[in-house]
């Protein structure tokens, strides 16, 4: 069964800082990897979508890398903001699973003026 | 752009009583999938709908069924509910053109928060 596991599963940090969330996986057979960010009661935003092929993905100040064989994933947030406080949730999509996304808990961020 | 819609936004129940979700995708989406937030926890997949199809399907109890129409929305209809079903339930879409490519972004909608009291 594929587990999904991200640490930290709460961070804070200070204003302007660069950080980095972690998400590994437990079966490597996955057609891709998407972080998703959801604020409190809300909705999930995707964020970026990794190609099972691809290394990275970048997206303003956010970066995501993919290192498949070993099962891991990291989501590079740089000069953090305030307003980027909020869970941050991996999810795989597995080979053997079909369409599902299997989701890690979270990291729930907080960004300190 | 247009989003993936869901109705009602919030709804409260009496145990035993019957609900029903509606999800509209993302127009020319091919696959629909539901999910089950609980408080502090990470969504769980319930089911999903390719090309109004069943094409997959998680720990969806008995009690709960779903379906997609012709024109692509979904309903997540569930019956004698229980305490324990007071969640967020995610609809997401995606546009996944042959059956089995399934290498594309999911979009999710709000959600809809069901309170079973």
Redesign the interface.
Same mark, same amino acid.
Request: overall charge negative; aromatic content about 10%.
């Given at each position: 069964k594929q587990e999904v596991t991200q640490i930290p599963a709460a961070l804070s940090v200070p204003e302007g800082e660069n950080l980095v969330l972690n998400c590994s996986f437990t079966d490597s057979a996955i057609y891709n990897l998407q972080w998703f960010r959801q604020d409190p009661g809300k909705g999930l935003t995707s964020l970026l979508l990794i190609q099972s092929s691809q290394r990275e993905q970048t997206s303003g100040r956010l970066n995501a890398s993919l290192d498949k064989s070993s099962g891991r994933s990291t989501l590079y947030i740089a000069a953090s903001q305030p307003g980027d406080s909020a869970t941050y949730l991996c999810a795989v999509r597995l080979e053997t699973s079909g369409s599902r996304l299997t989701f890690g808990e979270g990291t729930q961020l907080t960004v300190n003026p | 752009a247009a989003g993936v819609i869901q109705s009602p936004r919030h709804l409260i129940k009496e145990k035993r009583e019957t609900a029903t979700l509606k999800c509209y995708p993302i127009p020319r989406h091919d696959?629909v999938?539901w999910y089950q937030q609980g408080p502090g926890? $990470?969504?769980?997949?319930l089911i999903?709908f390719?090309e109004k199809m069943q094409?997959?399907k998680?720990s969806i109890p008995d009690r709960f069924s779903a379906q997609q129409f012709s024109d692509y929305h979904s309903e997540l209809n569930m019956s004698s509910l229980e305490l324990g079903d007071s969640a967020?339930y995610?609809c997401?879409s995606?546009l $996944?053109g042959e059956q089995?490519m399934?290498?594309?972004?999911?979009?999710?909608?709000?959600?809809t928060?069901l309170t079973v009291v």
């Amino acid at each position: 069964k594929q587990e999904v596991t991200q640490i930290p599963a709460a961070l804070s940090v200070p204003e302007g800082e660069n950080l980095v969330l972690n998400c590994s996986f437990t079966d490597s057979a996955i057609y891709n990897l998407q972080w998703f960010r959801q604020d409190p009661g809300k909705g999930l935003t995707s964020l970026l979508l990794i190609q099972s092929s691809q290394r990275e993905q970048t997206s303003g100040r956010l970066n995501a890398s993919l290192d498949k064989s070993s099962g891991r994933s990291t989501l590079y947030i740089a000069a953090s903001q305030p307003g980027d406080s909020a869970t941050y949730l991996c999810a795989v999509r597995l080979e053997t699973s079909g369409s599902r996304l299997t989701f890690g808990e979270g990291t729930q961020l907080t960004v300190n003026p | 752009a247009a989003g993936v819609i869901q109705s009602p936004r919030h709804l409260i129940k009496e145990k035993r009583e019957t609900a029903t979700l509606k999800c509209y995708p993302i127009p020319r989406h091919d696959t629909v999938y539901w999910y089950q937030q609980g408080p502090g926890q $990470d969504p769980q997949f319930l089911i999903s709908f390719y090309e109004k199809m069943q094409s997959d399907k998680g720990s969806i109890p008995d009690r709960f069924s779903a379906q997609q129409f012709s024109d692509y929305h979904s309903e997540l209809n569930m019956s004698s509910l229980e305490l324990g079903d007071s969640a967020l339930y995610f609809c997401a879409s995606s546009l $996944d053109g042959e059956q089995g490519m399934w290498n594309t972004e999911a979009f999710f909608g709000q959600g809809t928060r069901l309170t079973v009291v």
